[in-house]
């Protein structure tokens, strides 16, 4: 495995860094500025038109698509350091690219399974940053890490599906922007379990889709937020189909793989912003008689964040090596050992940094406490903890015949 950049991905790191340098990093208090002068959470403020439009000149658009003639024709070990480096400011950078998910997601599966239309009606548009979309496949009436457990209904009449039922946590879904959402759901309870679902493509403006509330998260309401949605026999055509019917686990876990390793990406990302801002913090204060900087104890939360960043940062590389060269199926424990270890990894660093801050790194003055909730947050969406660490465990117990006694180690 040879993690070495090449010519082309040390271009675009040239690129991206000096963009972030000149345009992301002094547009966050314009960003901030804009979306408290609108007093709507979910606001679309002009900084962002404004720096996908400077992206977009720069050749820094679609980076996440491996398809050379819509996105950036880049592998997903190239992407990696990209997608790392947009983490750092995670609310404006990957928008400005049109890097961010849910989008990413679900422009690789209208990629992958759509059709020539719903290609051309939700694919480009997509592609152009003209709309924004949602993924609706978590409800909150079942245990949603099994997603067999689903039990919104999608059913045939003709030419028509009909969908009924109520999802949440569709991040996304409060942008003005956000047209459509990809609603998972089941098209028949006796297949086998893996195969009752589908899933369909679902105009938000459609008769009987409503917008029932948006929780915050942490306290905080993300842009696009993450609403729950009521279904109410709604009407699609047969054609909003993605895929083929009972395909629609399959497509998820399509979905999923590539979509956690961008979430852990950009996790690392936001963990070096926060070890950057520890760094700076303790060395511009005083404390009894020293810098911070001097406290034993700061030391070693410095040194542990980079070596932990730079194991995390190998583990997704080897991952991102994987998906590419053996598929996203023969890499799904490193996805799974990746996503534990990138979300736990943002939480403590900002965790620390947290605490090296003070009062001053619970509040809005600085992102420490939301990148904490990001991190946190990502310990739960796109599957948590607990199951990504089963499967991790499952895969090693196979490793070795079931009851094999190991033998003692005798010294004489």
Not at 59 to 81: I, K, M, R, T
Not at 318 to 345: C, F, H, Q, S, Y
Not at 352 to 373: H, I, K, N, R
Not at 390 to 397: G, I, M, P, T
């Amino acid at each position: 495995m040879d993690f070495a950049y090449s010519a082309k991905v040390e271009d675009y790191r040239g690129r991206l860094l000096e963009f972030m340098d000149s345009h992301i990093y002094p547009a966050e208090p314009v960003y901030e500025q804009q979306m408290k002068g609108a007093g709507d959470p979910h606001h679309h403020p002009a900084v962002i038109e404004d720096l996908k439009k400077e992206a977009r000149s720069r050749g820094l658009w679609n980076l996440f698509l491996p398809d050379a003639e819509h996105g950036g024709g880049l592998s997903v070990l190239e992407y990696a350091p990209l997608a790392e480096i947009t983490g750092r400011s995670v609310h404006i950078a990957p928008e400005a690219l049109n890097c961010s998910a849910p989008d990413t997601g679900n422009m690789e599966i209208l990629h992958m399974f759509g059709t020539e239309e719903q290609r051309d009606v939700w694919l480009h548009p997509l592609l152009e940053g003209e709309i924004r979309s949602a993924f609706s496949m978590t409800e909150p009436d079942v245990a949603s890490s099994d997603a067999t457990n689903i039990r919104t209904r999608i059913m045939r009449d003709g030419d028509e599906y009909i969908i009924t039922g109520r999802k949440w946590f569709s991040s996304g879904a409060m942008s003005p922007r956000c047209t459509m959402t990809i609603v998972m759901g089941v098209t028949n309870p006796d297949a086998d379990r893996h195969r009752m679902q589908s899933m369909v493509i679902v105009p938000l403006d459609t008769p009987g889709v409503e917008i029932e509330k948006a929780p915050t998260v942490f306290g905080y309401q993300d842009r696009g937020g993450h609403p729950q949605i009521q279904f109410d026999h709604v009407r699609i055509p047969a054609s909003n189909l993605l895929g083929e019917e009972g395909g629609g686990f399959a497509i998820a876990q399509a979905r999923l793989g590539p979509g956690r390793i961008h979430h852990c990406m950009r996790a690392i990302g936001a963990a070096e912003r926060c070890l950057d801002l520890m760094i700076q913090r303790s060395q511009a204060r005083t404390a009894f008689g020293r810098p911070l900087s001097d406290q034993g104890v700061v030391r070693e939360w410095i040194a542990n964040a980079r070596i932990r960043i730079e194991q995390v940062r190998l583990l997704v590389l080897k991952t991102a090596w994987m998906i590419d060269n053996v598929g996203t199926k023969a890499a799904r424990i490193e996805i799974a050992a990746i996503k534990v270890a990138a979300p736990n990894l943002l939480t403590d660093i900002a965790d620390d940094a947290m605490q090296l801050f003070g009062a001053a790194g619970f509040t809005d003055e600085w992102p420490l406490a939301e990148l904490y909730s990001m991190g946190r947050w990502l310990r739960i969406a796109d599957g948590p903890d607990e199951v990504h660490l089963r499967s991790v465990a499952k895969a090693e117990l196979g490793r070795l015949p079931a009851g094999a006694v190991p033998e003692p180690f005798l010294i004489d």
